[in-house]
């Protein structure tokens, strides 16, 4: 009988503390009762679309 390998857990995420706007929270509340994800699993896909469709400009 093989015996059952368990290797460590790799933790890829942090914990994070921001401030937004009411609306934006009741926002996300909705879209998460309507959708079934959790506030948390919606604001990381905003997140990263956010980041792989950004253009930043440098200074002129």
Known sequence: MEKLIITPKEDK????TIRIDKSLQEAYNNLSLKTNRSRNELICMALQYALDNMDVKDKE
């Open 13 to 16: 995420t942090v914990t994070m």
